[in-house]
């Protein structure tokens, strides 16, 4: 396998809780809780969990706008959890970029496809003229598909399609090598969404980009992502190939997930795999349970699991666990595994 193109280890974003007349620190949510993992040129890692389970804070955080409180972000060999490193190497801010779930609200209404287009271009120096501001413009429409006309209409007069396809050119502005998807698609109806999808597929093969796609929705994974990460309160569940974890998920999380998936027929009714149920709701990262986090809702925790947290173990298919179920994520008794804390 390739070097990897950006390396988390161990990151941890925690935001503290305040209270009272002088706004004492009373408690911690743990958005992101210790997470490991690398991604590859060219890949798509699907990263999912229900609302809660920390997905788009660890987005957020690798887009520089969260301060991570621990752990290493590294990028082209430069640790860019640390806001000065960002800030030092402009490159940095070029390669990585964002679309983000709704382009109705992350288009400024008051400015036309083409003056939303140009401030990239100019905050990075692409360009300097207005020969060259018009010719790059045309370009990005074209490559999301849209006619160059579009560039003087205002986001008002475009379908959501397009608005999201204009967030798509603006992101592409800076020849990113690595983009953020944060639920690209959700906001939009289901018959564009398909039309989206094929769309940055498209322009990753073409481009040679790889992502990192947030997502609540696991099915939307399983024809996208090379591979998929779940989370669950802040933590990886589980990291594996994109047709391992549909055929042969490994944690209890992965398989409630899977479980949950809608089937359109009777025919993918009855191949679709039977799993009990998971108990109750997720609860709050302000209040994460002791052990193992999940096990208050795990149809398979036995003694260990309140008792100790897993840690993250290698699967023989080259994967990732997180589950006493698995060897190698039991720790000794009396070590702490726990991240540390904020
Ligand atoms: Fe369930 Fe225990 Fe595995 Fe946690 S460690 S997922 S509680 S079996």
């Not at 490991?36 to 920390?54: C, D, I, K, Q, W």
């Not at 060259?132 to 413009?137: P, T």
């Not at 481009?207 to 669950?232: C, E, K, P, W």
Request: with cysteine; glycine share 8%; charged share 20%.
């Amino acid at each position: 396998m390739s070097e990897p193109l950006l390396r988390l280890v161990d990151l941890i974003k925690h935001f503290p809780i305040r209270s009272g007349f002088l706004m004492r620190q009373v408690g911690v949510i743990r958005a992101v809780d210790g997470v490991s993992f690398a991604l590859y040129p060219g890949e798509t890692v699907g990263l999912v969990g229900e609302s809660g389970s920390g997905k788009t804070t660890l987005g957020m955080t690798l887009l520089g706008a969260y301060r991570p409180t621990a752990g290493a972000i590294w990028f082209r060999g430069s640790d860019i959890a640390d806001p000065v490193v960002r800030r030092r190497v402009p490159a940095i801010k070029k390669a990585i970029q964002v679309v983000f779930q709704d382009p109705g609200s992350s288009l400024n209404p008051r400015r036309t496809v083409r003056q939303t287009l140009e401030v990239p271009l100019r905050v990075h120096g692409l360009v300097h003229t207005g020969v060259q501001v018009q010719r790059r413009i045309s370009e990005l429409l074209e490559m999301v598909e849209l006619p160059w006309e579009f560039m003087y209409a205002f986001p008002g007069a475009l379908s959501g399609g397009q608005k999201q396809r204009v967030a798509i050119a603006r992101a592409l502005a800076t020849a990113p090598a690595f983009v953020v998807l944060d639920e690209p698609t959700s906001a939009l109806d289901v018959s564009v969404q398909g039309k989206i999808i094929a769309l940055l597929l498209d322009l990753q093969r073409r481009l040679g980009l790889t992502y990192l796609f947030i997502t609540h929705d696991l099915s939307l994974m399983r024809n996208v992502a090379t591979r998929v990460a779940v989370m669950y309160l802040g933590k990886l569940a589980e990291l594996a190939d994109t047709a391992a974890l549909f055929s042969s998920p490994r944690h209890p999380y992965t398989r409630m997930l899977l479980s949950a998936i809608p089937v359109v027929s009777d025919e993918e009714e009855a191949l679709k795999p039977r799993w009990v149920a998971p108990r109750g709701e997720t609860p709050s990262p302000a209040h994460v349970p002791s052990g193992c986090s999940f096990h208050p809702r795990c149809p398979e925790a036995f003694a260990i699991c309140p008792r100790l947290d897993p840690v993250v173990a290698a699967t023989d298919g080259g994967g990732l666990v997180r589950c006493h179920l698995y060897p190698g994520c039991t720790p000794a008794e009396g070590v702490d595994a726990t991240p540390t804390p904020s």
